[in-house]
C-alpha cells in the first residue's frame, strides 16, 4: 500500500521514534511510506518526502520530529480540504497516519466522514497527555520526567534562600504533567485546571510549612489552572487555528499575590517549552514504538477512524471520535498528593 504519514499540532520527544517504527514495520510490510511535512500544511501544499531505513536511522531518542510540524487546521482554511484530498488522491495515498494530539487526531477524523473519504488512523501524541481512551501519549513521560529534574533542582535553590518558588508547567486544560511532576518532584502543593484553587489555602499551607521548621515551599501549577473568581492567565487572547489562546503567567500571578500577602521572598519560573524537548525517556520510545507498528497493522486490516490507545498496559485501538474529548486528571492520583500537604 502507498501510505501517507504526517505530524502536527505541538511537538514532543519521542515522536521521531513512532515514525521510525511505522517506516520500519511498514517497508518490511512491502508498503511504500510518504512523509508529509510540516503538519497539515504538508498535505496542502503537496510537501513529502520517501522515507527509507535511511531516513530513520539514529533517529530513536532524538526530540522534534523529522518530518515537521504546524497548527495549520485545513478545515479553516479556503480551498485547503479540496487542495489536500487532491493532492493525496493524486499521490495514490490509500491511508493516512497521523500523529498528533486532539487537534491533529480531529482532522484526522474527518478526513475519514469526507465524501470522498481519507482513511486515516491516528496515534496519540501530546505532553498535556488529555486524549481520552488511552493512559499514555507519546511525550507525556519525558515532559514529566523534565519537571520532575527541574523540582529537584529548584528545591535545593528554595531551600538555601528561604524562598517559595512557583513552577508553572504545562498541559493546557488538563493537568497531568503538573500531577505526576508534583508528586514525582516532591512538591508541597500541586494546581490543576480540574480544580480551582483559594489561594488563602495555599498560603495557609506555607504558613504551617514554616511552623514546622521548612522554610522552603515549591509549588507546581498547571498553566491551565485557575483560582476561584478568576479565569486562566493567557499571554495572548488571540486564538490559533484550532482556537486555543495561548495560556501562561499563572506562576508569575501566583508568586505577586503570595509574596504580598505574605511578605515571604517568592520566585516563580515557567518551564515552557523546556518540557517538549529533548531525549526522550525509555518508556516514550517503547509506547512510540508500540503505537508505531499498531498503526501499520490497522491500516493493513482496513481499520480506519480507529486511533492507537494502551489502556492498562496493553495496546488496542479505540474509535478516533471517542479519543477528542479531554481526559482530565485520574481524581484518586490527585487526592493522593493531597496527602502529602
Ligand atoms: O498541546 C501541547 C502544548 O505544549 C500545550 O501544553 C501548550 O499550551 C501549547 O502546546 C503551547 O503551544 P505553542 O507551542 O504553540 O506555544
Redesign the pocket.
Known amino acids: 500500500m502507498r501510505i501517507g504519514m504526517m505530524t502536527g ?4 520527544s519521542a515522536i521521531n521514534a513512532a515514525i521510525r517504527a511505522v517506516v520500519r514495520r511498514g517497508l518490511e510490510g512491502g508498503h511504500q511510506i510518504l512523509g508529509f511535512k510540516n503538519g497539515w500544511a504538508g498535505p496542502i501544499n503537496g510537501d513529502y518526502m520517501e522515507m527509507t531505513a535511511d531516513l530513520v536511522s539514529g533517529i530513536l531518542p532524538r526530540g522534534g520530529t523529522i518530518l515537521g510540524t504546524s ?1 495549520t487546521n485545513p478545515f479553516k482554511l479556503e480551498g485547503a480540504v479540496e487542495k489536500m484530498t487532491g493532492n493525496l488522491k493524486h499521490l495514490g495515498i490509500e491511508a493516512m497516519i497521523c500523529i498528533g ?1 486532539d ?1 491533529t487526531l480531529g482532522v484526522a477524523h474527518k478526513l475519514n466522514g469526507l465524501d470522498e473519504p481519507i482513511p486515516a488512523v491516528g496515534i496519540p501524541q ?3 497527555n ?1 486524549i481520552n481512551g488511552t493512559d499514555y501519549a507519546i511525550g507525556f513521560q519525558t ?1 514529566v520526567a523534565v519537571a520532575t529534574d527541574a523540582l529537584d533542582k529548584l528545591h535545593t535553590t528554595a531551600e538555601s534562600h528561604h524562598r517559595i518558588i512557583v513552577v508553572e ?4 486544560d488538563a493537568g497531568h ?1 503538573a500531577l505526576y511532576a508534583g508528586i514525582a518532584g516532591g512538591a508541597d502543593v500541586v494546581l490543576v485546571p480540574e480544580h480551582r484553587f483559594d489561594i488563602d489555602a495555599i498560603i495557609d499551607r506555607i504558613k504551617r510549612r514554616r511552623q514546622s521548621g521548612k522554610t522552603f515551599s515549591i509549588i507546581v501549577v498547571a ?2 489552572a485557575r483560582p476561584e473568581g478568576r479565569e486562566q492567565v493567557v499571554i495572548s487572547e488571540k486564538t ?1 487555528a484550532f482556537g ?1 489562546v ?3 503567567g499563572v506562576a508569575e500571578y501566583l508568586a505577586n499575590v503570595i509574596e504580598e500577602k505574605t511578605g515571604l521572598e517568592t520566585r516563580s519560573m515557567n518551564l ?2 523546556l ?2 524537548g529533548g531525549m526522550a525517556t525509555p518508556f516514550d520510545r517503547i509506547v512510540a514504538t508500540e503505537f508505531g507498528i499498531a498503526a501499520i497493522e490497522l491500516v493493513e486490516k482496513g481499520e480506519f477512524d480507529r486511533m492507537t490507545a494502551i489502556q492498562c498496559g496493553t495496546v488496542t485501538s479505540i474509535p478516533l471520535e471517542e479519543a477528542l474529548t479531554i481526559r482530565p486528571i485520574d481524581e484518586r492520583i490527585f487526592q493522593m498528593a493531597q496527602t502529602f500537604y
Open positions: 499540532g505541538g511537538d514532543s497548527r494530539g487537534d501530546t505532553i498535556d488529555d515532559a508547567v504545562m498541559g493546557r504533567v498553566e491551565g490559533d486555543h495561548r495560556l501562561g515552557g517549552h518540557q517538549r
